[in-house]
């Protein structure tokens, strides 16, 4: 019977601290400094896909003018077969970059700019369409997943610079 009334007492301090605490979207918090991007559509199937999800991320509720420019240029590669301890696999390694550059839409200037990247592992099949299947699946997680680590970097970017 104390321990039930130990742990809601526990659970009640915990909520009481974190009751100050806010959570809010990442457009969200750039619409509070003023701060709209406009996202540059990257080419092909992997720039589309990654353009809707950056701009998902870094939606606001909010209306206006947008301040700054965000363009992206869009890479990959992957390998074969992957060697893991003098054993060859049949696994490909497909690597995806994003070279970014965000502008100030007011000044013209390049405000920051740097790559990003993401790595992931393909299995391989001896069917052509699987593994057709297996690259264009991978092309595309990676492209939300680099549109996930853009944002972050974005976002960074304007917490250290205090925009």
Known sequence: ??????LVAACLVTLAACADMKVQS???????????ISVVEAGGREGQI???ALRDRLASSGVG????SLSTTISSSSTSTLSVSGQSSQLKKMTMSANITLVDLDSGEAVFSGTVSANA??????????NDRSDRHGRERLARLLAE?????IHLHF???DA
């Open 121 to 130: 592992t393909l299995g391989t099949v001896s069917s052509i369409f699987a």
């Open 1 to 6: 019977m104390w321990l039930s009334r130990l």
């Open 159 to 161: 917490l250290d610079n």
């Open 65 to 68: 003018l947008e301040t700054h």
């Open 26 to 36: 990442l457009g969200t918090s750039l619409a509070e400094q003023d701060i709209r």
């Open 50 to 52: 990654y353009s809707r």
């Open 149 to 153: 680590r853009v944002a972050a970097r």
